[in-house]
């Protein structure tokens, strides 16, 4: 009943990569640097139809799993224990445009995590939508 599969739905992630260094056409450091190309792994979990409290019906209290400061739009909910997502990760929600060899921009994701909630057995992550998306 944790995480029945029909409540899941397929998403896909993946984990911050250091950006690199912008050299140009002679090799020469920029001086910027621009995002890592990122390969996104296809998972299966819940995703919350809005940001809501838990409530607690006939009791008045209602539960914020990520406190009141955290911004975030929607949670994604698992009981899959192992996912590597962590703080620094990015989702999308529609298949991610890949290039050639699997790689995307993770400028591209719908949704970056800015707070994970870790249970007994399952997992909880607060997601907000990325700008412009």
Do not use: C
């Not at 991610?96 to 699997?102: A, I, N």
């Amino acid at each position: 009943m944790r995480d029945l599969i029909r409540n899941n739905r397929k998403m896909w992630y993946a984990t911050f990569q250091e950006a690199t260094k912008e050299v140009d056409e002679y090799g020469d450091y920029t001086g910027n640097e621009v995002p890592a190309l990122v390969k996104p792994v296809e998972f299966h979990a819940n995703l919350s139809a809005t940001r809501g409290t838990q409530g607690f019906t006939g009791t008045g209290a209602s539960v914020d799993y990520f406190g009141a400061n955290v911004e975030y739009a929607l949670i994604i909910s698992t009981a899959q224990m192992d996912l590597p997502i962590d703080e620094h990760s990015y989702v999308w929600t529609e298949q991610p445009v890949l290039d050639g060899e699997g790689y995307t921009d993770p400028e591209t994701a719908q949704y970056a995590v800015t707070a994970v909630a870790r249970g007994l057995y399952h997992m909880k992550y607060a997601i907000k939508r990325m700008a412009g998306r």
